[in-house]
Nanobody
Framework: VQLVESGGGLVQTGGSLRLSCAAS????????MGWFRQPPGKEREFVATLSWNGSTTGYADSVKGRFTISRDNAKNTVDLQMNNLQTEDTAVYYC?????????????????WGQGTQVTVSS
């Protein structure tokens, strides 16, 4: 599975961005999907997850109520709508497909990753 993120950019505090992850090579409907981010100088951290059929979601406490993950299996895409962005949301954002394990917060359970897209929030 090849994953390609898009939609990152520079936005002011309080603004919104919508990230998209497009897949090729295999249907995303086979996988639970996740979004992670890596702030400058920090480790990669969990942001959001969505089950293969879209029935179950999970969010990091820091983004709950502001970010929404969604998927369109027909288009083979997974999106992350980010509202009310704050400077601490600045990071490289990655989408990933979970290939093992039940812990959706653990990066090592995701076997396929995109190259990442930069999100910068300025004050």
């Amino acid at each position: 599975v090849q994953l390609v993120e898009s939609g990152g950019g520079l936005v002011q505090t309080g603004g919104s961005l919508r990230l998209s992850c497009a897949a090729s090579g295999r249907a995303l409907s086979s996988y639970d999907m996740g979004w992670f981010r890596q702030p400058p100088g920090k480790e990669r951290e969990f942001v959001a997850t969505l089950s293969w059929n879209g029935s179950t979601t999970g969010y990091a406490d820091s983004v709950k109520g502001r970010f929404t993950i969604s998927r369109d299996n027909a288009k083979n895409t997974v999106d992350l709508q980010m509202n009310n962005l704050q400077t601490e949301d600045t990071a490289v954002y990655y989408c990933a497909a979970r290939t093992q394990g039940m812990d959706f917060r653990t990066p090592r359970n995701y076997g396929y990753w995109g190259q990442g897209t930069q999100v910068t929030v300025s004050s």
